[in-house]
């Protein structure tokens, strides 16, 4: 039985007050909670006081992005000592924002899921895509071609910690959310591509979250689903009682 796990993606939003703020409404309602895992993922200048407002709770703290490099002339940059110093555990990596805003690229995210992997942080990898891929009937090539990239050169024992957040990019923000049954085929393609990559038995624990405009609305329908093992949450995750109602779903 893989233990879920809902994860907030804030995304470019909440100062640090506001991060704090957040937690002394949010801890409450999740208190006794620990049938699934909790990741917040704030804004780099906002990670000190989620690490801080966290602190004895079951709820863990990450990062929305990191540089392969171990450090270096990368203006603008984080590297993973500098992540795992403060105490973040969890890293999102190749959201789809970063690769259609930053220019990331699948080769780009292989890198990225080394260094986290080498520092000891749990990798989130996003995957996902666009609307046109989807209306050309090639989602199933698109997902496969991404995790094989992101996959390269990993091996299963390294990558025991990882963590896949599929994205129907054309459901971010748009509102519009793939079916359960939608989303659940789409993370069949892509536990089928792991076990390719790291083995059936990987693939069988690897834990794969469902992101795009999940909502307190359609929690339940979404976590039912056998195939899908938690959710990475946007701008819902930004509310209190919505995330803590996402993660009660």
Request: glycine share 6%; net charge negative; with cysteine.
């Amino acid at each position: 039985m893989r233990k879920k796990i809902l994860a907030a993606n804030w995304k470019m939003y909440k100062t640090p007050d506001q991060a704090t703020a957040f937690f002394q409404e949010f801890l409450p309602l999740v208190q006794d909670h620990d049938r699934d895992e909790i990741v917040v993922c704030p804004n780099y200048i906002a990670l000190p006081a989620a690490i801080h407002a966290a602190k004895g709770s079951r709820v863990a703290i990450g990062a929305q992005n990191l540089h392969w490099e171990k450090e270096g002339a990368y203006t603008g940059e984080i590297c993973t000592s500098m992540l795992v110093a403060i105490g973040v555990t969890h890293v999102i990596i190749g959201h789809s924002e970063r690769r259609q805003y930053f220019c990331e690229t699948d080769d780009t995210v292989n890198l990225k899921l080394k260094s986290a992997l080498a520092a000891g942080l749990t990798p989130i990898v996003c995957v996902g895509e666009v609307l046109e891929e989807r209306e050309a009937n090639l989602t199933d090539d698109v997902l496969r071609r991404q995790c094989l990239r992101a996959f390269n050169k990993v091996s299963a024992k390294k990558a025991a910690s990882l963590v896949v957040a599929y994205e129907p990019v054309w459901a971010i923000g748009t509102g519009k959310t793939a079916t359960p049954e939608l989303a659940a085929d789409a993370h069949a393609i892509i536990r089928a591509e792991a076990a390719d990559s790291f083995g059936q038995e990987f693939a069988d624990n690897l834990r794969i979250l469902y992101g795009g405009s999940v909502k307190p609305e359609n929690a339940h329908a979404l976590m039912s689903e056998e195939e899908i093992d938690g959710a990475l949450v946007g701008g819902a995750s930004l509310d209190p009682k919505s995330f803590a109602a996402i993660v009660k779903y």
